[in-house]
């Protein structure tokens, strides 16, 4: 069961570093607020989303 669970942690790290970097890449700046224990929550300028 743990593996699993590292497992999907993982997964969202790297989409949330992928998602970051792209978003960098382009030029915007972000605010990374951790919302919960494995929620981080990316705040743009007119928008928000959850990963």
Sequence with gaps: MNFYI???MAA???LT???ISHAM???QGLVI???SEN???IRGADS???L
């Design 33 to 35: 607020i951790p919302a």
């Design 48 to 50: 928000k989303r959850k």
């Design 6 to 8: 590292k497992t999907a």
């Design 17 to 19: 570093v992928k998602t």
């Design 39 to 41: 929620i981080l929550v």
């Design 25 to 27: 890449s382009r030029g």
């Design 12 to 14: 969202y790290f790297n």
